[in-house]
């Protein structure tokens, strides 16, 4: 029997798929669309395992629904503007985009070898001016909305990169991509204004009812709704200053004020200027970053004012005022009241500063001389020592009734706030969209006309010089517009712009006057299927939702304000790290096993310490080449491994036994179909056999059910069942009138799994025709037997089979005649049985 040769037969499908444009998308409105896009990647050199994972997670629901009828649209485009390129191309003297385009052309040919049904004529790049000049008049149309708008504004600056970085990309404190710890940058920003859709991105999350909990509960904490009260603290000492407001979501906690803490940049740092241990405290601030992350881990360090504030609630109290590194201007009012008793940040402060820390929650379970000692106590409970507070439960009553007394006192009123902020998109750097506007004299913003986008980058420009690299390209700098010499902006918008409207782009890729066609986004959109990390569900997946409802805004010709309609997060592939004596990273094909221990292979005196399976990354060098896997063992084996393992959501452990199993059950496959094809020509087929007939209705709807519910590994356990029946079906079976039949719509369920395989199998039988999703007959699996396991006090003891959904005593009738199972419970006291309907029955007997 001939082994199944991958190679040849792989390449032939492949250049078939390309030469045809099978995958073309065809729109036929009388049939039901099918978008379906995974996130699309950043052109890195070469593909990695986890673009393996997540585009045939796609690929198999892109060609199942093709299958079924649907017209489908499943793209590919590449995310390729970001400072990798840049930093790639000046260390290597490159230009971006060349190093760019020949990192798009690499991936996109391996890519194809997995045997991916994209359409590739939609193919689109970030840093193609086609592309950009659209975004660029998104700029323009937003800035015309007041959606864009440009302040002078700390930032997250990252020092290595040299650009600012949006919240969401700095990483307990350090930059997303250098790891540098990030500072405080005081710059002239251009921001989205997201915030003015806080709650409209919240509400729609409730929508949002096939999206995964875990990132819906991730975007509404970062959004980040909160209720609580507006404070102004009269205040004392020796400058012109009569109060400070500010917010707090724990009102109740007043009586446990020791402090009031303000932001470096509060108006009242006016007053202190000329101060040269306010500027050195003030430099000392600019070390700890903007975001929330970096205050949390950094140093928490005040400047103490001569200013005291008095407790609304308790006049006779009077507290001193701080600076304090912690508190940021665009939070609240720029001020915060500090309860050291109940907050690990203020207790923090407090120890530093010896300053006073009260009790005034208790735990429910601890009595009125519960007192703070050790940390802050930030848990629920009675509130004691607060006078007309005490005995309210915190803060689940004491809230709103310190709001109403302070409202009644007019001393606060209530308010909700949101932890969102509006989104910078200035970055300093050359590789990325260039921003559309240019400035006067006076410093005033003019927008580029659209009749001259693109604004395009300069060509060869040398990117070894401090800081953005367009500062220095004066000719490029320099635009007339209506007969004014004017200075075009320098920075360049974050990527993150660039990926928050693509799946608009793939709906109209060759439209020039607009990004995308009003009849072709109200066929295609929403994404019905979008597929990605869970570690986009907050920068990508959020800023993907506001543009939407940014372009919608003040809009009567769109009307779609979420994006992805269904979104499926897929895990992570893993594999084990290595290390050498020195601590240094080895990649697996630097080690060698011998006798179940690992050495550095060729140095048998040099032993490799094991670590955990981990994500691949180049950094850990834990990584499998994709492409070295799919020339030794074949596109099908290395799609089969990597969907087999674990629930697609889950992470999946490389195992390089996995991927040879895979293989050989490939060409287990192929001996399987050579015997079926002599059957098919040899026997007698006078006769019909239901046996298979309700195998294949079977194995039909289990494959169907799983695709529809992302069962992606119970669907590789159903195609193992498949070729165990058909194996000892065509043994034990002469008269088989219909096996080619019912052998043909199990391939075709096969095909979206392993296409290369099925296709050659099906054209090797001789079907030609177009091929679509066989049907089952419900009433056929009305009939279906199932296993039921006999227990006794819980051990296996039979296994029985029966028709499915028979009740208990049903099942007893036929353990009656079991004399295994009598053996067991003759003569003994049963207690009680327990029953699961089609799964188990369990004696438990004394």
């Avoid at 060349?98 to 840093?127: A, F, H, P």
Wanted: charged share 30%; glycine share 4%; proline share 4%.
């Amino acid at each position: 029997m001939s082994r199944y040769n991958f190679q040849d037969i792989e390449k032939k499908w492949q250049k078939y798929w390309e030469d045809n444009k099978s995958f073309k998308t065809v729109i036929n409105k009388k049939k039901k669309k099918f978008y379906c896009l995974e996130m699309f990647p950043y052109p890195s050199g070469k593909i990695h395992m986890g673009h393996v994972r997540n585009y045939t997670i796609g690929d198999v629901l892109a060609r199942y629904k093709g299958l079924l009828g649907f017209n489908v649209l499943h793209p590919m485009g590449w995310d390729a503007f970001g400072m990798p390129a840049e930093n790639a191309a000046r260390d290597n003297n490159l230009d971006p985009k060349v190093w760019t385009n020949t990192n798009i052309n690499t991936m996109k040919n391996q890519l194809k070898k997995l045997g991916l049904s994209i359409d590739w004529d939609r193919e689109i790049s970030t840093c193609s001016e086609e592309y950009y000049k659209h975004q660029q008049t998104f700029f323009l149309e937003l800035l015309e909305k007041k959606l864009v708008y440009r302040k002078e504004n700390y930032v997250n600056w990252d020092p290595v990169d040299q650009t600012v970085l949006a919240n969401e990309q700095v990483i307990d404190g350090k930059g997303w991509r250098s790891g540098a710890v990030v500072e405080r940058k005081k710059l002239n920003q251009w921001f989205f204004n997201i915030s003015k859709f806080s709650q409209e991105l919240l509400d729609g999350l409730d929508k949002l009812d096939k999206w995964p909990n875990k990132v819906k509960t991730m975007q509404k904490n970062w959004i980040g709704k909160s209720f609580g009260c507006e404070i102004e603290f009269k205040v004392k000492g020796d400058l012109p200053v009569d109060n400070i407001k500010c917010f707090t979501t724990r009102p109740d906690t007043l009586f446990g004020f020791s402090f009031l803490a303000v932001s470096v940049d509060h108006p009242i740092s006016n007053y202190f200027k000329d101060n040269k241990e306010f500027l050195k405290f003030k430099e000392e601030c600019s070390k700890t970053g903007t975001t929330e992350e970096a205050i949390a881990v950094g140093d928490k360090i005040g400047f103490k004012t001569n200013l005291e504030a008095i407790n609304p609630l308790d006049t006779s109290q009077k507290v001193p005022v701080y600076f304090a590194n912690f508190v940021l201007m665009d939070y609240g009012f720029g001020a915060v009241f500090g309860c050291p008793g109940h907050d690990q940040r203020d207790f923090d402060f407090a120890k530093k500063y010896k300053l006073q820390i009260k009790t005034v929650v208790r735990p429910y379970d601890k009595d009125e001389n519960f007192k703070v000692s050790n940390e802050a106590y930030a848990g629920p409970g009675i509130i004691i020592n607060s006078k007309f507070l005490n005995g309210y439960e915190a803060p689940t009553n004491s809230v709103i009734e310190t709001i109403k007394v302070l409202e009644e006192k007019n001393l606060g009123k209530k308010k909700i706030n949101f932890r969102l902020k509006d989104w910078g998109v200035s970055r300093q750097r050359y590789w990325g969209c260039p921003i559309p506007v240019a400035y006067d004299d006076k410093g005033q913003v003019h927008a580029i006309p659209k009749s001259m986008l693109p604004v395009k980058l300069p060509e060869k420009i040398n990117l070894k010089v401090k800081g953005n690299p367009l500062d220095s390209q004066k000719n490029w700098k320099e635009v007339i517009i209506d007969g004014k010499k004017l200075i075009r902006e320098t920075d360049t918008l974050d990527t993150f712009v660039c990926s928050s409207w693509y799946y608009l782009r793939f709906c109209s890729p060759n439209e020039n006057n607009h990004g995308f066609k009003k009849e072709d986004i109200d066929y295609w959109m929403p994404v019905d299927q979008y597929i990605g990390g869970v570690e986009h569900a907050i920068l990508h997946l959020l800023y993907s939702r506001f543009f939407m409802r940014a372009i919608n805004y003040e809009n009567n010709n769109f009307n779609i304000t979420e994006p992805f309609q269904s979104l499926f997060t897929q895990g992570m592939v893993c594999h084990e790290t290595y290390k050498d004596e020195k601590n240094n990273w080895l990649s697996p094909d630097e080690i060698e096993k011998i006798d179940n221990q690992f050495f550095v292979k060729g140095k048998l005196d040099k032993p490799v310490k094991v670590g955990p399976s981990e994500s691949m990354s180049k950094s850990k060098k834990n990584v499998i080449d994709p492409e070295f896997i799919i020339k030794n063992y074949g596109a099908d084996s290395v799609r089969l491994f990597i969907l087999s393992d674990s629930p697609p959501e889950k992470d999946v452990q490389w195992s390089e036994q996995g991927m040879i199993s895979s293989y050989k059950f490939i060409q287990k496959l192929w001996s399987l179909h050579k015997e079926i094809k002599i059957k098919i020509s040899n026997e007698n087929k006078e006769k019909q056999n239901n046996e298979i007939d309700k195998f294949t209705n079977q194995i039909i709807s289990k494959i169907t059910i799983n695709l529809e519910k992302f069962n992606y590994n119970v669907i590789i356990a159903n195609m193992y069942e498949s070729y165990n029946f058909l194996i000892d079906f065509i043994k034990k079976n002469k008269n088989l009138n219909n096996l080619e039949e019912n052998y043909k719509k199990i391939l075709v369920c096969f095909s979206p799994v392993i296409p290369h395989f099925a296709n050659e199998c099906l054209v090797d039988l001789g079907f030609k025709e177009n091929i679509d999703w066989p049907k089952y007959d419900k009433k056929l699996l009305d009939e279906e037997k199932v296993n039921i396991v006999i227990q006794i006090n819980g051990k296996k003891r039979e296994i029985i089979q029966i028709k499915k959904d028979a009740n208990e005593k049903e099942i007893l009738t036929i353990i009656k005649n079991n004399d295994k199972i009598q053996n067991f419970i003759k003569n003994k006291d049963v207690v009680k049985k327990v029953f699961v309907p089609n799964k188990i029955l369990n004696y438990i007997i004394k």
